[in-house]
């Protein structure tokens, strides 16, 4: 599983990869059809469940990220 750091943000991810923000927070997903199930730390339910186009801000370390479902199989992490 590949894994990105904050400072590579942003990163668009695919199910295989994770994003890990400056306080351990992980940022990853899993395909569920046409929606992404967001998990967020160490979450075995998912956080949120995401439709292309629809977004999910995440509050970490100070700071506000925000989570994009693209209509590929990728989710897009950006500092908000």
């Known amino acids: ?15 295989e990869q ?9 940022i990853r997903f899993e395909t569920n059809g046409e929606a992404k199930d967001l998990y967020v730390g160490d979450a075995f339910t998912p956080t949120i469940q995401l439709f292309p186009g629809n977004d999910f801000c995440v509050e970490s ?12 199989d990728v989710v897009t992490v950006s500092k908000a």
């Open 18 to 26: 994770m994003v890990t923000l400056n306080d351990g927070t992980t």
């Open 1 to 15: 599983m590949s894994n990105f750091t904050e400072a590579e943000l942003p990163v668009s991810i695919d199910h």
């Open 61 to 72: 370390g100070g700071c506000t990220f925000k989570v994009v479902a693209e209509f590929e």
